[in-house]
Antibody, heavy 117, light 107 residues
Framework: EVQLVESGGDLVQPGGSLRLSCAASGFTFSSQSMNWVRQAPGKGLEWVADISGSSNTIHYADSVMGRFTISRDNAKNSLYLQMHSLRDEDTAVYYC??????????WGQGTLVTVSS | DIQMTQSPSTLSASVGDRVIITCRTSQSISSWLAWYQQRPGTAPNLLIYKASALESGVPSRFSGSGSGTEYTLTISSLQPNDFATYYCQQYYSYPYTFGQGTKLEIK
């Protein structure tokens, strides 16, 4: 059974930093591109970043470029999102998602990041 | 960026109804389109990929069609657990973008 479990969400002040993790199981993690997608409270879905299986190729949304860093550790079956210079508008549930046939085939349950003073 | 426009934003329907949700894109995406269902408080769930391919395990009452810049999601006979929010998403080019969502409500 495929499982993606996010962790690391918290309340953080504007300008602060946070690192999210996503633990994967039930599939060959190193073979799949992985994504972070977020959803602000009561709003729609926004793609944040993706990383190829080998970490060779990475893309970011303009809204997080230069502030967020996506990475992975295939030996630990884990995906990460390092977030710096957090803003109010980064408040959201952050999902990790695996790309298989589409881009977001399998999703975790999400972790809530709240940016507020 | 490719803009995604879903319609309608809200749709009221009854169990057993046939409903159609439309997604228009600002440029051709060559069928690189997916549809997701999201129930309140849960993660989205992939329904359709490559515009018309049904994800494994998804009921056959869901179907997708379209090409170029216009795509549709059809639910042939609404069931009680189909009342949710639906999103289209293009994966033709970066940045990947979503429609704003269609909330399907019980009439």
């Amino acid at each position: 059974e495929v499982q993606l479990v996010e962790s690391g969400g918290d309340l953080v002040q504007p300008g602060g930093s946070l690192r999210l993790s996503c633990a994967a199981s039930g599939f060959t993690f190193s073979s799949q591109s992985m994504n972070w997608v977020r959803q602000a409270p009561g709003k729609g879905l926004e793609w944040v970043a993706d990383i190829s299986g080998s970490s060779n190729t990475i893309h970011y949304a303009d809204s997080v470029m230069g502030r967020f860093t996506i990475s992975r550790d295939n030996a630990k079956n884990s995906l990460y999102l390092q977030m710096h210079s957090l803003r109010d508008e980064d408040t959201a549930v952050y999902y990790c998602a695996a790309a298989v046939l589409a881009t977001f085939d399998w999703w975790g349950q999400g972790t809530l990041v709240t940016v507020s003073s | 960026d490719i803009q995604m426009t879903q319609s309608p934003s809200t749709l009221s329907a009854s169990v057993g109804d046939r409903v159609i949700i439309t997604c228009r894109t600002s440029q051709s995406i060559s069928s690189w389109l997916a549809w997701y269902q999201q129930r309140p408080g849960t993660a989205p769930n992939l329904l359709i990929y490559k515009a018309s391919a049904l994800e494994s395990g998804v009921p056959s009452r869901f179907s997708g069609s379209g090409s170029g810049t216009e795509y549709t999601l059809t639910i042939s006979s609404l069931q009680p657990n189909d009342f949710a929010t639906y999103y289209c998403q293009q994966y033709y080019s970066y940045p990947y973008t979503f429609g704003q969502g269609t909330k399907l409500e019980i009439k």
